[in-house]
């Protein structure tokens, strides 16, 4: 329970946002669930996950003061310019999908199951024709 308390401890200065915070509580618990144990690296990956979120929501309320687009005065020219935050988004994103998908936690994950073979005949459908 110690190294939980030392690995949650390192999160809390690493992330402030209590929303990212719960989100790093939920995936642990989420892979905690389906896998049993977890081990440090799972941990690091899950508080890369947890920071994003934080990251993210920096850009979303970036995006809310400044809007979508954003003018720009550079001398004498003006123009109008996508605010980077919602590439900025779109590439965290990105990148949680694929952790998340290291950790077999998307929702696609839990849906796979194998496939059977109920077929007790070796032959070919057409065989019977």
Do not use: W
Not at 11 to 19: G, H, R, T
Not at 99 to 105: A, S
Request: aromatic fraction near 6%; glycine fraction near 6%; hydrophobic fraction near 35%.
């Amino acid at each position: 329970m110690g190294e939980r308390d030392e690995m949650y401890e390192r999160l809390c200065e690493m992330v402030s946002d209590p929303d990212a915070r719960l989100l790093y509580m939920r995936l642990r618990a989420q892979y905690m669930g389906r896998y049993g144990e977890i081990i440090e690296s799972v941990q690091h990956i899950l508080s890369d996950i947890a920071y994003q979120e934080q990251v993210k929501t920096a850009f979303k309320a970036d995006i809310a003061t400044r809007g979508a687009v954003e003018k720009v005065h550079n001398g004498r020219q003006q123009f109008i310019r996508g605010n980077k935050s919602i590439t900025e988004i779109t590439r965290l994103a990105e990148s949680q999908r694929k952790l998340l998908g290291e950790l077999r936690l998307t929702t696609a994950s839990g849906k796979i199951e194998p496939v059977e073979d109920n077929d007790a005949d070796d032959g070919d459908a057409f065989d019977s024709f």
